[in-house]
């Protein structure tokens, strides 16, 4: 897909910044939706220089915000003719956060950025991707949906609005995992819903990368010395990127949709077995994720909720 149109979310930096010099490398048209847009212009800079582009475009995003949600996305279909390639590679996880967030429209801040912002910003840009020869949405997953596999965890649906935000402990790390099985869910419902229109819709299971140093000093101390520690062994953004191409235009990909793959891009399948011995190896191993995403109960649990803060159908 030479000359193809790119959106990715969070471009500026760690396997977002990555997928960038990829694709345009690739000859894209990459579009680069950041929240902050000086820090960024350095990134798009450093992108054109090393993949000899000058096709590398940046919009300013803050996807945890309805309305900056709106505003790029009517920006976007004002000045671009279609969008083959959506990449939700943002996502929010502020280590060591010990405070309840909540975004402009007072939700809780990781879900408002991981789970209902990219739900709406697929929904805005479904008629651009229409217009597309071979349209493909991919949702940036995590390992962390395996905590799933023990069977009393739960999102906690009601506290998604701050319900109970002063009487329940908040973790940071719990509401980052609990958000990406909600993304996750809505990865198989908008492939269905998507579908007929010929858009494919998939998700990618990231395991751990070396973390970008502008990650790394948004941490409190403890977390800068573990995620330092960390960096030593964790392989390079750039393979996850090469896994982000390669899902998006590879033709041994084009009819896979509703499809979670893992690091190697196999086909993630849902577990069957949760207890003993299977449940070490789901958790160890990278062949299946947690039954809980592909509950009817919670996939139309989380679908209402994000139709319903949205106000889209």
């Avoid at 990555?18 to 000859?27: L, M, Q, R, Y």
């Avoid at 896979?256 to 789901?282: C, D």
Wanted: glycine share 6%; charged share 20%.
């Amino acid at each position: 897909m030479k000359e193809g149109i790119v959106i990715i979310t969070g471009a500026n930096s760690g396997i977002g910044k990555a997928a960038a010099i990829k694709f345009a490398s690739e000859g894209f048209r990459v579009v680069m939706a950041c929240r902050n847009r000086a820090i960024s212009q350095q990134a798009q800079q450093e992108i054109a220089a090393v993949s000899r582009s000058t096709n590398i475009d940046l919009l300013e995003l803050d996807v945890s915000s309805f309305e900056s949600v709106r505003a790029f996305c009517s920006t976007f279909a004002a000045n671009y003719p279609r969008l083959d390639i959506l990449i939700h590679n943002a996502a929010y996880l502020n280590h060591g956060e010990k405070t309840y967030k909540l975004s402009p429209e007072h939700i809780e801040l990781t879900f408002a950025t991981n789970v209902f912002g990219p739900l709406l910003m697929t929904r805005l840009l479904a008629d651009q991707l229409g217009k597309s020869q071979d349209p493909r949405i991919l949702n940036a997953c995590t390992t962390n949906i395996k905590h799933f596999f023990d069977p009393k965890r739960k999102i906690e649906f009601d506290n998604l609005q701050g319900e109970f935000r002063d009487t329940r402990p908040y973790s940071v790390y719990k509401m980052y995992g609990d958000s990406k099985m909600a993304l996750l869910m809505l990865t198989f419902k908008l492939a269905e819903q998507l579908k007929s229109r010929g858009i494919k819709v998939n998700a990618l299971q990231i395991n751990r990368v070396k973390i970008s140093q502008e990650t790394i000093r948004k941490m409190s101390p403890f977390w800068r010395a573990l995620a330092r520690a960390q960096n030593l062994t964790n392989p390079l953004p750039s393979g996850m990127a090469d896994n982000y191409y390669l899902i998006c235009t590879s033709e041994q990909y084009k009819d896979a949709t509703g499809k979670l793959f893992n690091h190697r891009r196999e086909i993630v399948r849902a577990s069957t077995r949760e207890t003993g011995f299977a449940q070490l190896k789901n958790i160890f191993g990278s062949g299946s994720y947690p039954a809980y995403a592909t509950d009817p109960v919670n996939v139309e649990k989380i679908w209402a909720m994000g139709s319903a803060l949205t106000g889209e159908e």
